[in-house]
């Protein structure tokens, strides 16, 4: 079982970057997916959230307008297309896989963390 973030790189401030997590070993649209972020010297943070039934939640206020999450069913991976780029949006990226489901009398938890990719915005 992994998730793997990609897609992150070095684009200068006004451009756009699509960063992908996928999946391996288990199906991604069984999970709410979470992208979070974590700048230099600062705590992680959450961005947005897809969940299962494909509804998006934004943590963010300052992503909302420019930032996308999507899933690609068929490819087992989640998008996060990420336009108008700020410095401040400067992060190492990471997605979050969670799903919670009752087996019985007990409820089990599935949380699962992809390496984090890193973006940089140059002004």
């Known amino acids: 079982v992994q998730l793997q973030a990609s897609g992150g790189g070095l684009v200068p401030a006004g451009g756009s970057l699509n960063l992908s997590c996928a999946a391996s070993?288990?199906?991604?649209?069984?999970?709410?997916i979470a992208w979070f972020r974590q700048a230099p010297g600062k705590e992680r943070e959450g961005v947005l959230c897809?969940?299962?039934?494909?509804?998006?939640?934004y943590f963010s206020d300052s992503v909302k307008g420019r930032f996308t999450i999507s899933r690609d069913t068929a490819k087992n991976t989640v998008s996060l297309l990420m336009n108008s780029l700020k410095p401040e949006d400067t992060a190492v990226y990471y997605c979050?896989?969670?799903?919670?489901?009752?087996?019985?009398?007990?409820?089990?938890?599935?949380?699962?963390w992809g390496q984090g990719t890193l973006v940089t915005v140059s002004s």
């Open positions: 897809i969940s299962a039934r494909g509804g998006t939640t």
């Open positions: 070993g288990f199906t991604l649209d069984r999970y709410a």
């Open positions: 979050n896989a969670v799903r919670a489901l009752v087996d019985g009398t007990s409820l089990k938890r599935y949380d699962y």
